[in-house]
């Protein structure tokens, strides 16, 4: 019997589908058991559940309080996203099924962003292949910490990009992700060095307005707008909470060699 095209594309589709749920499963069978149990995600449950307990993020952690601790909002996000699983089950499984889900939505970004960079079938299907099985991101995908959520985020991003959506349109994934954890600010300035050249290029004849530019100095300006904006609401919501947010913040940041200079870092590295 001949199949037809349409025939041999419901295969394809079909098997392209029972694989997707293959590898799903299989990580679902594997997320309780690998990789161990790192000591930040037992903080970081039992910092949601109190605030659970509490009815409130203002809440701090029961445990891990070798120093005082001080709320903040540079983790809420992640701590509002965890909530529904914590609350089913306090388990190092449902800690860590964010991080699941994030994983296998940023597999479907990375497929999302090398069709927007101009990428054919099949080569088009690579890079997220490549991502998927690779053992770091098996691994960052099993742990209950905020990685795979930034992670999502930033291809969101570099997909927004790629679509030659406004500077302030790039900037919302990474505005989310200050409430996730404060290295959004890192991977916010990755983009940033991609958009600086845009400071000695015109703008484009089409471009409507200021905050609508998606090339030229102005896009650059929008997305720095719009990260400052983000920042201000993390910074005011965290003083909300906390008077002297910034001192202690930075007082914790001290009392776990933080400020430490590069070479007292690389001589702990040496010790350890």
Known sequence: MIQTKSQKYRIVRLLIVTGCLFYFVLHLLTLQTHPFVHSDEAWLASLTRAMLQNGSLSAVEESFRLTDRYPHTLKTLYHLIQMPFIAVSWSAYAARIP??????????????????????KPIVYFPALFMAFDPQFWYLSHLGRQEMLLIFLFLWCWYLKAKNRPGWMVA????????IHPNAFILAAGIGIVYAPGLFRSPKKHTASFWNADDGPFVLLTYGLTLLVGAGLAIGGSYLMDSQFLYHYMSFGDSVGVSDSLIVKFLGLMIM
């Open 99 to 120: 991080s699941l889900l994030f994983g296998c939505l940023s597999i479907f970004m990375m497929l999302k962003l090398a069709g927007a960079l101009g990428l054919k």
């Open 172 to 179: 919302l994934p990474l505005v989310a992700g200050i409430f």
